[in-house]
């Protein structure tokens, strides 16, 4: 059977063209600070597919999504083969909105670094006081535009989102926006309160929006995966500090911790990595990953 090509690729993901749908393939590459590392993670993939089923069945009355199938056998031929098991998913096509809807609930990484500088994150001014980690009193919409691989997304204001989607969508501009963030919102609390029901925090997340062909706002990309979200464990949480969590956090900080390590980790910090993944999937869907 011939090799399929992806029409895009990833860092971590490969989007292949079926006619009138999508089939993303999450595969087990991992990437920290932009760049792939030369590890396999054996089934990161898997979670990250997974997990995003999970997240979009729980959330369709709030939005629709793009996900149609993550059962290899709705696919064409050559993706019913073990290495896209379980980490595969036919999408529908959308025309996707050029801006990162990103949530923050809790302030730390980027934002924590701007406050300390401003009392702002992106410009939304925030109390006084806070400290890392802390809960904010109540989530907050911070878009960012899509860069291209290789470049960094640009923070933009709720305002400036306004301006950058009416210059692609004339017309429209206000009621993408606004529609982007309440949904964002929306999605982050119902999600959020949910898994504090299970242990674990979500600090933050970044999601994605379409259009789909009737011109209706769908959600589309991943979500809500350690890939795009922060997950912290709620039993130790305290601010004041930054906190342990449910995903590439070891790897990124075994790599800040050792010089000359040419981006490729060691075995047991590759272990330990999916361990948090698969920790993360048991406790928010209450099943081990099949």
């Not at 000359?260 to 993360?280: A, C, F, R, S």
């Amino acid at each position: 059977m011939e090799a399929l090509k992806p029409v895009k690729e990833g860092k971590v993901r490969e989007i292949y063209d079926n006619g009138d749908t999508l089939i993303m393939v999450a595969t087990d590459r991992i990437s920290c600070f932009d760049v792939i590392l030369n590890n396999i993670v054996t089934k990161k993939g898997t979670v990250l597919t997974q997990m995003s089923k999970f997240w979009f069945d729980m959330t369709k009355d709030i939005i629709p999504n793009h996900m149609i199938s993550v059962d290899v056998n709705d696919m064409p031929e050559y993706f019913r083969q073990p290495a896209f098991e379980g980490k595969s998913m036919l999408c529908k096509k959308l025309n996707m909105l050029p801006v990162e809807c990103i949530v923050r609930g809790y302030i730390t990484g980027s934002g924590w670094a701007s406050y300390q500088k401003t009392g702002e994150v992106c410009g939304i001014k925030l109390p006084e006081g806070l400290k890392e980690s802390d809960k904010l009193p109540e989530p907050i919409y911070t878009p960012s535009t899509k860069a291209e691989i290789g470049d960094h997304d640009e923070n933009i204001s709720f305002e400036q989102s306004v301006e950058y989607l009416e210059k692609r969508f004339p017309g429209k501009g206000a009621e993408y926006a606004q529609k982007l963030k309440d949904c964002t919102i929306a999605l982050y609390k119902k999600c959020a309160d949910y898994a504090l029901s299970k242990g674990i925090i979500i600090a933050d997340t970044k999601f994605e929006f379409g259009l789909d062909e009737d011109g209706n706002i769908v959600i589309g990309d991943e979500m809500l995966t350690p890939d795009s979200s922060r997950f912290w464990p709620l039993d130790g949480y305290e601010a004041g500090h930054s906190q342990p969590s449910f995903d590439k956090q070891f790897a990124r900080d075994w790599l800040k911790a050792n010089e000359g390590h040419n981006w490729t980790l060691p075995q047991e910090i590759v272990d330990k990595t999916i361990e948090k993944y698969l920790e993360g999937y048991r406790r928010l869907t209450g099943k081990e990953l099949q």
